[in-house]
């Protein structure tokens, strides 16, 4: 068995470490390397893994992020976890950790990062077979982002016939870097799952395993403070005042079960404020550009 190992790299500092790791650690050593630079590119990692495995040889292809830590026997575990798969299976998921600090409870960012603990098919450490790559086509480039793209790829994998499983291999992945407004930035991800929708159904939530959605209840909040300013200009005060309160109460209480799991430390209570306003017309902006621009997309 031969195997090709694909990084899609945006330059992180964490890359080079990565390839010491493929090159010193224990194991059969891959029959290639590829490291496809997105910088260059500019086409999302999609592209970038497409130009990676179409470029490859090996009769599995081990995509991995340029910002996890491989352990020292990852190459050993990988080959342990493909030896002597049935024709059937498509695919080989790692199991990924995400440390997260002691001595106080996780940030919203760190919880955000921690979730990929437990997501299916997740391209940070995914091994597909060539063929199954090949035979459905690769990755969807309209995905312009790390997000959706990958248990996309799966669903369509597994329509073919061929079956996910998860391997022994444990890979980490850091908490992600963070700014005051990552979760505002996030957000652009609705239009993916726009896309997702168009391409998967209506049930493609339920299809990857996700957890359900809070567009619903953002459009609810953004439709509250919308009506108090429309009513506000048009001089309807009290209606202005009941939609403002409704505005206020939600938005409340979104930043309330944000804060709640959190540190509460005062500047993590300041970020979850002010991005529990901004999050929900932002959120249902990018879902409404999402829906428009692909509203004429079929499977």
């Not at 209840?217 to 939609?243: E, F, I, K, N, Y």
Request: proline share 6%; hydrophobic share 45%.
């Amino acid at each position: 068995m031969r195997y090709s190992v694909v990084i899609p790299t945006v330059g992180r500092p964490n890359l080079d470490r990565l390839l010491d790791s493929l090159a010193e650690g224990d194991g059969p050593e891959p029959h290639e390397v590829i490291v496809v630079d997105d910088r260059v590119t500019r086409l999302g990692p999609a592209a970038a893994r497409n130009t990676g495995w179409r470029a490859a040889s090996g009769d599995w292809v081990a995509f991995v992020d340029d910002d996890v830590v491989l352990a020292s026997d990852w190459k050993a575990r990988l080959c342990a976890d493909l030896a002597d798969l049935p024709a059937d299976v498509g695919a080989s998921q790692a199991r990924i950790v995400v440390p997260l600090p002691g001595g106080r409870l996780p940030t919203d960012a760190e919880r955000g990062t921690a979730g990929l603990a437990s997501a299916h098919w997740i391209t940070a450490d995914m091994a597909y077979r060539r063929e199954a790559l090949a035979r459905a086509g690769g990755f969807d480039e309209r995905f312009p982002r790390a997000y959706r793209e990958d248990a996309e790829l799966a669903l369509r994998v597994q329509e073919l016939g061929y079956r996910i499983v998860r391997g022994s291999r444990v890979t980490t992945h850091p908490v992600k870097p963070a700014t005051f407004l990552t979760s505002v930035r996030d957000q652009r991800g609705n239009a993916d799952d726009a896309l997702l929708r168009r391409l998967a159904g209506p049930r493609w939530r339920s299809r990857i395993g996700g957890a359900s959605g809070r567009l619903r209840s953002h459009a609810l909040t953004t439709a509250a403070g919308l009506l108090a300013v429309l009513c506000g200009a048009l001089g309807l005060r009290l209606c202005a005042r009941a939609c403002a309160a409704v505005w206020g109460g939600r938005t409340a209480l979104f930043a309330a079960e944000r804060i709640a799991p959190g540190p509460k430390t005062v500047d993590e209570i300041a970020r979850m404020v002010v991005t529990s306003a901004l999050i929900p017309p932002v959120a249902c902006w990018h879902r409404l550009r999402g829906e428009l621009r692909h509203r004429r997309v079929r499977p």
